[in-house]
């Protein structure tokens, strides 16, 4: 990443924009969520256009103008036919291609950074392509670590009735907030289809989840006993019970644009979350790294001096003609008898192929709408 780009953010100097990553699963609504959040920020008084990034390579249609598209810079198709992959493999590998430049894409929204409140990334439809990858935490990582950031789950509310269903997206809600670290809202979206209030209901009374497994068909066995899968999901939602308290939930439908500010009075709220939180944590976590590679450096060092003390004590001889020993005064690299061969200008074969490099013939990037 560039430097400024992996910068601790200052947070007390100017406002800085808000990041808004909207994950879900396939059909939640992610895109016309994002493409609702930005009309209304069109219609706020003033304005507030967001600046929008499509992470998606894969969809045909985005129902909004996105600053940066993925599918300017990386042909998903084209590195399925190029590495014989499947769709899947395609979509990932294109996303970790388009990686590979965050650190020039982060440049682009820095530059943006003075004149936008909200920055807004959508992500693949296939959510795992996002969640557990290298690259979604890599782009996670980078943007979070520049400015405030929000995850908005978004939840598909008429096909989460089902307690079953319902604690499955829990839970993967769940393992994306701890794997991220980052605040977190559940967008409980279509409501204007099936009303939330289900959901808050089970999210805030265990009791009253339980009530709707206990009635919900398959829920007991052919003796009247609880499900092996009941009996799970009782637990479950004891565990999950803690987990809701660490998180915010809105219900919206990106069709009729009902529950928009509650969403964007979350996001605000969110902030100090990232504030009091998160950034604290990266901050341990940084330090942490940085201790540990001196750690690592420190004792490769020692055990390197150790190897070679030992080697010079079993043979004298080899040792009195060493070059490299410690009190050697003679740095004269003419005289070196060590070749070194710089290798990095040769081609090898199965040499990293940079597609991006060979759609736009040239170093630089050609960055749709970059302004
Ligand atoms: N009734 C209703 N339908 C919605 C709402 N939001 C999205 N939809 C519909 O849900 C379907 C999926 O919406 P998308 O925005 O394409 O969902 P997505 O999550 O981006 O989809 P993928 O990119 O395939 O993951 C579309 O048919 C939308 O019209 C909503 O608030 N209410």
Known sequence: MSPSSSNQPDMNSKRKPHVIITIGMAGAGKSTFVQRIN?????????????ILNLDPAVTHVPFEANIDIRDTVNYKEVMKQYNLGPNGGILTALNLFTTKFDQVLDLVEKRAETVDHIILDTPGQIEIFTWSASGAIITDAVASSFPTVVAYIIDTPRTTAPATFMSNMLYACSIMYKTKLPFILVFNKIDAQPHDFALEWMQDFEAFQVALASHSGSRDSEGEPTYMNSLMNSMSLVLDEFYKHLKAVGVSSMTGAGMKEFFDAVEESRETYRTEYLPEIERARAAREKSLQDIKEDSINRLMGDLAVDRAANPKAAAEDRWASDEEDDDD????????????????????????????????NWPNPG
């Open 39 to 51: 009309s209304y920020l069109h219609s706020q008084n003033p304005p507030q256009p967001p600046y």
């Open 334 to 365: 003419e005289d070196l008898e060590v070749n070194l061969i710089d290798r990095s200008e040769e081609p090898y074969p199965g040499q990293y192929i940079d597609v991006t490099r060979m759609r736009h013939q040239s170093e630089n990037i």
